[in-house]
């Protein structure tokens, strides 16, 4: 479970490092990330992607986090993922948009492409 400060560090404007398998090499990627009010990392992705091929109901996931405000005061996170939907996951990637980025819509969506939100339930978090 994330404690208040872990959730404000993952709400704040920080780019989280998520970290998975990729078929037996590591993988690590910048996300833009939140927490739902269950307390769920947030992550939205296009299906394809490494991310979407490897973060598959029940995949472990590893993510961290630093506070923008002092980049020496992080938080980690190691979890599973507990959900994929494509429903309404045009709108999280706007909302996330919003967040890092101040517009109303995602500028970067290509044509054809799907997008993924995906769902992590916290496991073991720290916060440095």
């Not at 970290?19 to 090499?25: F, I």
């Not at 020496?72 to 980025?101: P, S």
Request: proline share 6%; glycine share 8%; aromatic share 6%.
């Amino acid at each position: 479970m994330l404690d208040e400060e872990a959730a404000r560090i993952l709400r704040s404007k920080s780019f989280a490092h998520l970290a998975l398998d990729d078929e037996g090499s590591p993988h690590v990627s910048p996300v833009w990330v939140d927490v739902d009010d269950h307390g769920l990392v947030v992550v939205n992705t296009a299906e394809g992607r490494v991310k979407s091929r490897r973060l598959a109901v029940g995949s472990p996931v590893a993510l961290s986090a630093a506070d923008p405000e002092n980049p020496y005061h992080y938080v980690g996170v190691r979890g599973r993922v507990v959900k994929r939907t494509n429903e309404g996951a045009d709108a999280v990637i706007d909302r996330l948009a919003n967040k890092y980025l101040g517009v109303d819509s995602y500028p970067y969506r290509q044509p054809g492409e799907r997008r993924v939100t995906i769902l992590i339930e916290p496991e073991r978090v720290f916060v440095n």
